[in-house]
C-alpha cells in the first residue's frame, strides 16, 4: 500500500520555465513533509520542508504548496535549470513517528 | 563536512551468498534508517533504529534480512542468502529527527546478485 504517491514517473521542462512536480498522500495522520533530490550515483539529499500548520514555504527557486484536504502537495521550481534534472522525492512523517515514508520519485529533465 | 558512509559502495555476488552492507552514521545522530530502492517501490523503508534500539523492521523479509547496530557508530545490513530480486540499491541515513532538514543518506551500496 502506498502512502505516498508520485503518478508522474518523468517530467520534462525547458530551462527558464516552471517545474512543477507533484505528490499525493493517503494518511491523514503525516503531518510534515520533505523534497528531496536525487542525482546519479549518489544518496537523496534535502530540499526543502513543509509542515502541516502552513500551506506554503518557499526558499529561493524552490516553494512547496500543501493542500491538506486534497491530501496534495506540490513543488514548484521557478525559473527552472539545466542542473536541476534530478530524481524528486517527496516523504512525509507523523507526528508521533521519525519514521519517513517516500513516493516513487519522479524524474525531472531541464533542457535548453 | 558530516556525512554518512556506506560500504562497499558495490557489491556482485551469486545468489545464495550472504552480503553484509555498512553504515557509519554521523557522529551525533541518534536515528538511523535503512532504505531500498526499486523502480518499482521508490524508496521502501527496511528498518530503523534510534538510540541503536530497533524500532521498526517491518519492511524487511524477516527470513533472510537482519539490521543491527554494534555500536553507535556502526549500522549493518545483512542478507542471507541473497537472491537476484533483492537487486537494488541501498540506502542509509541518519539524523535527529524528521522535522527541519530530515536525514542525511549516505551514497548508497548497489547491490547485484547473479
Known amino acids: 500500500d502506498q502512502q505516498v504517491k508520485q503518478n508522474s514517473p518523468s517530467l520534462s521542462v525547458q530551462e527558464g520555465r516552471i517545474s512543477i512536480l507533484n505528490c499525493d498522500y493517503t494518511?491523514?495522520?503525516?503531518?510534515?513533509f520533505l523534497w528531496y533530490k536525487k542525482y546519479p550515483a549518489e544518496g537523496p539529499t534535502f530540499l526543502i520542508s513543509i509542515s502541516s500548520i502552513k500551506d506554503k514555504n518557499e526558499d529561493g527557486r524552490f516553494t512547496v504548496f500543501l493542500n491538506k484536504s486534497a491530501k496534495h502537495l506540490s513543488l514548484h521550481i521557478v525559473p527552472s535549470q539545466p542542473g536541476d534534472s534530478a530524481v524528486y522525492f517527496c516523504?512525509?512523517?507523523?507526528?508521533?513517528?521519525?519514521?519517513?515514508?517516500f513516493g516513487t520519485g519522479t524524474r525531472l529533465q531541464v533542457f535548453p | 563536512d558530516a556525512r554518512v558512509t556506506q560500504t562497499p559502495r558495490h557489491k556482485v555476488t551469486e545468489m545464495g551468498q550472504e552480503v553484509t552492507m555498512r553504515c557509519q552514521p554521523i557522529?551525533?545522530?541518534?536515528?538511523v534508517f535503512w532504505y531500498r530502492q526499486t523502480m518499482m517501490q521508490g524508496l521502501e523503508l527496511l528498518a530503523y533504529?534510534?538510540?541503536?534500539?530497533?524500532?521498526?523492521d517491518s519492511g524487511m523479509p524477516k527470513d533472510r534480512f537482519s539490521a543491527e547496530m554494534p555500536d553507535a557508530t556502526l549500522a549493518t545490513l545483512k542478507i542471507q542468502p541473497s537472491e537476484p530480486r533483492d537487486s537494488a540499491v541501498y540506502f542509509c541515513a541518519s539524523g535527529l529527527t524528521a522535522q527541519g532538514y530530515g536525514y542525511t543518506f549516505g551514497s548508497g551500496t548497489r547491490l547485484t546478485v547473479v
Open positions: 557522529l551525533g545522530h541518534n536515528t
Open positions: 494518511n491523514s495522520m503525516f503531518d510534515y
Open positions: 516523504a512525509a512523517s507523523a507526528l508521533n513517528t521519525d519514521k519517513l515514508i
Open positions: 533504529f534510534r538510540n541503536r534500539a530497533p524500532l521498526d
